[in-house]
Structure formats: structure tokens, C-alpha cells
């Protein structure tokens, strides 16, 4: 019996996780400075020893494996090869290379982001990406990585999420380092465009090696964030203003950026940075794609952004919007590359709403495809429950629930994982999977 909604050959097929997330017990980052703050993570959470996924990565990469998974998408911490300026830890490096090489023994291709949202102390306290230097030295780590890594990676993500990071670090002054200035959150979104630039390039310099076999040495992108904005009152020219402003500097300005070469940035109370930069331009193998919700835009509202009425939420009270993945790739279309969803889940402890939202959301992944856009692999956050930056352990996007409170660190199957299974194992959405997820 043919699939209902079959999935294009050598789809990439797997979970998304960051290395401050999961590992666990490192000090040598700027998170964990914050962290020890009183009052900045949701109920005093620090991340400890996270999933201790630092040891215990092949038992995860082995859930990953009998669960049908073909890929596997993991941040390389900046902070442990390079603890202390020009101070490279050799130990780290063979860490990292034991778990590309475990990925590649159970068949998971690596897909490896080399900076999500993470800095080493030393960099933070050198003025993190309000400071010029940092590209330069984020360039250098790069091709460490590149060169001692090449062999076995060929998909790169450069930088998670740009806006994100800059958003939330230096305007809403909610992460590391906690400042409010509109100003400098366009300059750090500047900066780490063009250290995606530099990267992009050491990339395809040092790393030769096809690693899968597929004739390309490097398949380099970076992640997006892409959040689907509506004005909540259709009728209302402010509200109307406001979602047409954010969307094209939230999501289309970031990812115009690496395709000409230009960064052109523009929110009220901050100073415009309109600049070219060298090396930007065409520096996409693909466009990586994460997204999560919907909001609508409200203006007037100290938060403009609130959940569609009546629609169901998860844990972090998000929109669970499915239909919204297939806008969003389909509004990539406007990038002409292929397009892979390096995240897409739903925060929710108990598996109530996410094995529905899953099979949705690939149901309409699956349109996108069929309407053409390349689209390569799906994603999805995450393998594990793990520390959901200043949310603490309120954020449960697990496949696999942590007990956080057992010194054993327990992972407990859900039933989304189960489905995903199925769905990954056979390149494809069967009635049993829609009947059963109640899609
Ligand atoms: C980030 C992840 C985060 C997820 C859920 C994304 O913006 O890349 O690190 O856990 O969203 O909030």
C-alpha cells in the first residue's frame, strides 16, 4: 500500500538538540554566569548537569537510531574547545570527535551548529558581538572546527537564530548580558551575520571532505527563526502597520542578508545599520528553518504579541499553529535554495497536544514540498527535555521526558516519539499515523 503522504527520497529525518542544553556541567560560558543570578531563570532553574547528555551521548544517539532517525543535529561549544583565549582543550576536541563518530557508527548524520547563542567567558567579557573582534574570533574556532571535523560533517549551521540571540540579549534584556539597548541588538544581529559570513566561507576552504558520499564536501547554512505574524484586528491600520514592520525585519531582512550581501536593519528607537559586508553575499548552501507559532500583532500593548483566541497552547503559552510550517516554507521560497527545518516542536510535558501538532505539521511540511520547495530534512526540537534557557525546565519539548528531579536523569518514551518513529522508518505519513495522532 503506497503512503498517504510519502517524503522525498534521502530525506533527512532526525532530532535537534544545543550543546548548553543537554550537556550539562560546563562553567566556562556566559550562560552559566548567568544563571547564578537571582530572579533570571523561571524558578531559580540553573542548568546543572542538564540531560549529562556529555556522557551519556550514545545512549541518546541509540534511542535516536531505533527510533528510525537518519540525522542528528548537535551544537559544538565554543566554550569547551576554547575555554580561555588562544587555549585550545585537546580533550574537548576528542570529545567532540567521539561523538561525530558515534553519530556516524549508528548511521546519523551530523548536522552541527557552531554557535547557538553560547559564548565562551572570555568573549562576553570582551563585549560579546557588540564587539567587532569577536567575528574575527569566531572565524578562527570555525576552522578549527572545519579542519578537525570535516571529515565527518558536511551539514554546518553557523549561527542559530541571529535575531533571536539579540532580541532577547539587548533588548528584552532577558538572557546574558540581561542589557536593554535596541541600538546594540542591531549591531550583535550585524556581527553575527557577518561572522556566518566568514564562517560560511572557512567553511568551504578547509573542509574538502565528502563525508556522506554525496559529491559535496559542505552543505553550510545558518538557522532562522520564522514566526508567523497577524494582525489581531484585521481591521486596524496600527495593527496592520505594526505586523507588516516586524515581519520584514524580523522575518525577512535576517535571511535577505546572507543572499545579497546586505544588511539593512531598521526598528523605532534604535540607530539604522545599513551596511554591505564582504563576503555575505550568496553565502546559503541552504536555509535553515526554525518555527514554532504564530502570534498575532496587537499594537498600543506593552506585549504585542498574544495567542490567537481560543486557540490551544502549549506549556509556554505559544500558539500551536501546524499550518504555520508550511507558510513559513513556503515563504522561503523567495531564497531559491533547499530548505531544511532545523527545529519544529511543541513545549508540552505531557504529550497532550504534540503527537496531533507533529503529524500536522509534517502533513503540511509535506505540502510545501509537493507545491516545490526543496525541502531536505525536518528536525525536531528536541530529542530530549533540557534546559530551555530562561524558561529553566518549564519548556518541555522532549521526544524522549527527563525526570529532572531523579539524580538518574530518566528518559521516558512519549507517544510523539513513537510516531515519529513510524513516520521517519518509512520515509513517510500513513492513515495509521493520521488515526492514531487524530490528524
Ligand atoms: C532555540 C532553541 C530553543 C527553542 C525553543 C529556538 O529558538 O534555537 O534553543 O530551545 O527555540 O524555545
Redesign the pocket.
Known amino acids: 500500500m503506497p503512503l498517504v503522504h510519502p517524503f522525498p527520497d534521502r530525506f533527512l529525518w532526525g532530532a535537534?538538540t544545543?550543546a548548553h542544553?543537554v550537556e550539562g556541567g560546563n562553567r566556562a560560558n556566559d550562560w552559566w554566569r548567568f544563571e547564578q543570578r537571582p530572579g533570571v531563570i523561571a524558578d531559580g532553574a540553573r542548568s546543572g548537569d542538564a540531560c549529562a547528555h556529555w556522557t551519556r551521548y550514545d545512549d541518546d544517539y541509540a534511542l535516536a537510531q531505533a527510533d528510525g532517525h537518519n540525522a542528528f543535529r548537535l551544537s559544538i561549544e565554543w566554550s569547551r574547545i576554547e575555554p580561555e583565549r588562544d587555549h585550545i582543550d585537546e580533550a574537548a576536541l576528542a570529545h567532540y570527535e567521539a561523538m561525530l563518530l558515534a553519530l556516524r557508527a549508528r548511521k546519523l548524520e551530523p548536522v552541527v551548529t557552531l554557535h547557538?547563542?553560547t559564548n565562551p567567558w572570555w568573549i562576553a567579557e570582551a563585549g560579546g558581538w557588540e564587539n567587532h573582534d569577536t567575528i574575527a574570533r569566531f572565524e578562527k574556532f570555525v576552522r578549527l572546527c572545519a579542519r578537525r571535523f570535516g571529515g565527518l560533517v558536511d551539514w554546518w549551521c553557523t549561527v542559530?537564530?541571529p535575531e533571536?540571540l539579540a532580541f532577547r540579549a539587548y533588548s528584552q534584556g532577558i538572557w546574558p548580558p540581561g542589557r536593554q539597548d535596541r541600538s546594540a541588538a542591531l549591531v550583535v544581529i550585524a556581527h553575527l551575520l557577518e561572522g556566518h559570513a566568514r564562517a560560511y566561507r572557512a567553511l568551504h576552504e578547509e573542509d574538502r571532505a565528502d563525508a556522506d558520499g554525496d559529491g559535496r564536501a559542505v552543505m553550510a547554512g545558518m538557522?532562522k527563526?520564522h514566526v508567523i505574524l497577524e494582525p489581531m484586528r484585521g481591521w486596524s491600520p496600527l495593527d496592520r502597520a505594526l505586523q507588516h514592520f516586524e515581519d520584514a525585519v524580523f522575518n525577512r531582512a535576517v535571511l535577505r542578508a546572507p543572499v545579497t550581501g546586505h544588511v539593512a536593519l531598521s526598528i523605532p528607537g534604535a540607530r539604522t545599520v545599513d551596511r554591505r559586508v564582504m563576503g555575505l553575499r550568496d553565502s546559503l548552501d541552504y536555509v535553515g528553518l526554525?518555527y514554532?507559532t504564530r502570534w498575532k500583532v496587537a499594537a498600543g500593548r506593552s506585549d504585542p504579541h498574544v495567542a490567537a483566541a481560543g486557540a490551544p497552547v502549549n506549556d509556554?503559552g505559544w500558539e500551536v499553529y501546524p499550518a504555520g510550517l508550511e507558510q513559513a516554507v513556503l515563504a522561503m521560497r523567495e531564497f531559491a535554495k533547499p530548505v531544511v527545518v532545523?527545529?519544529n516542536?511543541v513545549?508540552d510535558k505531557n504529550d497532550r497536544l504534540r503527537p496531533r501538532a507533529l503529524v500536522q505539521s509534517l502533513v503540511h511540511l509535506k505540502k510545501a514540498i509537493d507545491a516545490g520547495v526543496p525541502v531536505r530534512g525536518y528536525l525536531h526540537?528536541?530529542l530530549l527535555d533540557?534546559f530551555?534557557?530562561s524558561?529553566g525546565w518549564r519548556?518541555r519539548?522532549g521526544l524522549y521526558s527527563v525526570d529532572f528531579g531523579d539524580p538518574k536523569l530518566p528518559r521516558t518514551r512519549t507517544k510523539s516519539a513513537d510516531l515519529f518513529a513510524r513516520i521517519a522508518r518509512q520515509n513517510g505519513i500513513d492513515r495509521k499515523e493520521l488515526t492514531d495522532a487524530g490528524a
Do not use: C, K, R, T
Open positions: 535537534a544545543s542544553q547557538h547563542f542559530n537564530e533571536v538557522a527563526h526554525n514554532y509556554l532545523l527545529e516542536g513545549a526540537w528536541s533540557n530551555e534557557w524558561d519548556g519539548f
